[in-house]
């Protein structure tokens, strides 16, 4: 789904607000199901009444306990590691919390998910929501959070090593010949291949809908009647999915960057390239009223997108020496691409990008785009990779069908997603195909999602964001039975706790007293 990633763009520099991440690889945006319209089936909710095979799992109590970092605490969950055959096994959760900051007027739990699919939810509430989220709402409520299945510290899908990663990373997703296209197709083989040979127990079982059912219940392990939810990017997915199985069950829920859950990954894929092409057009149009601070000239915002583009060809033919800092990598056309589109998440780091840009076309540097991939990618300076990239996959993977099957329907849709973005469009449409090789059958189709029954829920856009556009936010909305719009009328991933005082006070006024804006609202 949201780079979801979908993909992986979820999380920039400090939590990009995963999510979705919207890519897969080095290779930007992992695929979802072919095809073009959009789903007519809807969601059934699951029965109210639990299951007597799942109540050991819903009865069960966390045991919590301090875990490194001070004024949060720890748990483990147990949930079947298969739905279907409950007996067959567990899968072990990982669970953090911070509790309210008042004892009186306590609101219950506040569960977020900043997105990804493959972001740490516990690294999220530990880094900046539960500290960062408003004092008032930290205030009644217990802050909460669980690493997906797979995802993290809850039994995380692991696929390639740090050297076998940066390989990854680096393989051409703009192949010129059939040779280039077979070095492709190898590099997602040996991706999907190392995720079934390290990872094969927990592989089939890590969709988005086993996802939202452990979240139901960690509900009950907590104690909520109900479940409160801030969900960004991918997170909306998940928190959607949960609302159209549990209608019954949602209390305040808010979905940041929407995804829309009746796309196939074709169109979603097509959708997602114009909102980067939308984003980049942005930052664009500021860059080339700076004058000599713009590395892609002042000229117009297209002659800066040909300027980048052409640069990008440079690196596919000849990529640059990255410094110390590389650790003996150079920075190629699929790191270069990478790089910028981490910067698209957020405006605040148009200024980095910049600077990384004047480096490596003026001065033939790469360290900083480089770096700004890192970012992305979640690569340490050792080396080392977090699982973001390898849960990214999984889940999408397993979410829809294959975006494409072979290199042939790639060079057909060609055209089509070079309209949505000249300049990112050949990347990312070859990116899409990671899912063709991939171990395990997909066990998702694209579906609307009603949750009728459901109280009000937030469903925030942002017109002009990259990773999750807007169409996707009014799409989901509309399909919710209790759907409320909420707009953000700006640049970047996600909207809440992003410097608007109207959409940060009216969420905050949804949480704290369940007054859910009028359909239809915008801010700026």
Not at 113 to 138: H, K, M, T
């Amino acid at each position: 789904m949201d780079i979801s990633r979908r993909g992986r763009h979820s999380r920039l520099l400090s939590f990009r607000t995963c999510g979705t991440l919207l890519v897969t690889t080095g290779l930007l945006i992992s695929g979802c199901s072919s095809g073009s319209s959009t789903a007519d089936a809807s969601m059934a909710a699951l029965p109210r009444a639990t299951p007597s095979e799942l109540a050991p799992y819903y009865g069960q109590k966390l045991s919590w306990h301090e875990c490194g970092v001070p004024g949060f605490q720890c748990a483990s969950m147990k949930a079947p590691l298969d739905y279907a055959k409950p007996g067959a096994g567990d899968i072990k959760l990982a669970v953090a919390r911070k509790q309210a900051t008042k004892k009186s007027g306590r609101l219950g739990s506040l569960l977020v998910n900043p997105g990804g699919p493959g972001g740490s939810a516990i690294g999220y509430l530990q880094s900046y929501a539960a500290l960062g989220y408003p004092e008032e709402v930290r205030a009644r409520y217990d802050m909460v959070a669980v690493d997906p299945r797979g995802v993290a510290r809850s039994e995380p899908v692991t696929c390639l090593d740090g050297k076998g990663m940066d390989a990854y990373t680096q393989t051409d997703v703009t192949p010129d010949d059939r040779r280039e296209t077979g070095e492709l197709r190898t590099a997602f083989e040996e991706f999907a291949d190392g995720c079934k040979k390290r990872s094969a127990t927990v592989l089939p079982h890590v969709s988005t809908v086993e996802a939202a059912r452990d979240m139901d219940v960690l509900r009950a392990a907590i104690g909520d009647e109900k479940l409160s939810y801030v969900g960004a990017s991918y997170g909306t997915f998940l928190g959607a999915t949960y609302a159209g199985l549990y209608p019954e069950r949602v209390g305040r829920l808010v979905l940041d960057g929407a995804m829309d859950p009746a796309l196939p990954a074709r169109r979603m894929n097509r959708d997602q390239t114009a909102g980067f092409e939308t984003a980049f057009q942005s930052f664009a149009k500021d860059c080339v009223t700076r004058g000599a601070e713009c590395p892609l000239g002042t000229g117009t915002p297209e002659s800066a997108g040909k300027r980048l583009k052409s640069f990008f060809g440079e690196l596919d033919r000849t990529p640059l020496a990255t410094g110390d800092s590389g650790g003996g990598r150079t920075l190629g056309e699929a790191l270069a691409t990478t790089g910028v589109i981490a910067a698209m998440y957020d405006e605040g780091a148009w200024p980095q990008l910049r600077d990384a840009l004047t480096s490596a076309i003026k001065e033939r540097d790469g360290a900083g785009l480089l770096g700004l991939s890192d970012s992305y990618y979640e690569r340490d300076g050792d080396g080392t990779y977090a699982n973001l990239m390898f849960a990214n996959a999984a889940v999408n993977c397993l979410d829809l069908p294959p975006s494409f099957s072979s290199p042939d329907e790639v060079r057909k849709a060609l055209p089509d997603f070079e309209k949505a973005s000249p300049v990112f469009g050949e990347g990312l449409a070859w990116s899409a195909l990671n899912c063709a090789s991939w171990p395990v059958k997909a066990t998702g189709e694209p579906h609307r999602i009603e949750a009728k029954g459901a109280a009000p829920i937030v469903v925030v856009g942002t017109t002009r964001d990259p990773a999750t556009p807007y169409r996707w936010a009014r799409s989901l909305a509309s399909q919710l039975d209790s759907g409320r719009l909420l707009t953000y009328e700006g640049d970047g991933h996600t909207a809440y706790g992003r410097g608007s005082d109207c959409i940060d006070s009216t969420i905050n006024t949804y949480l704290l007293e369940g007054a859910a804006p009028k359909d239809g609202k915008r801010c700026s």
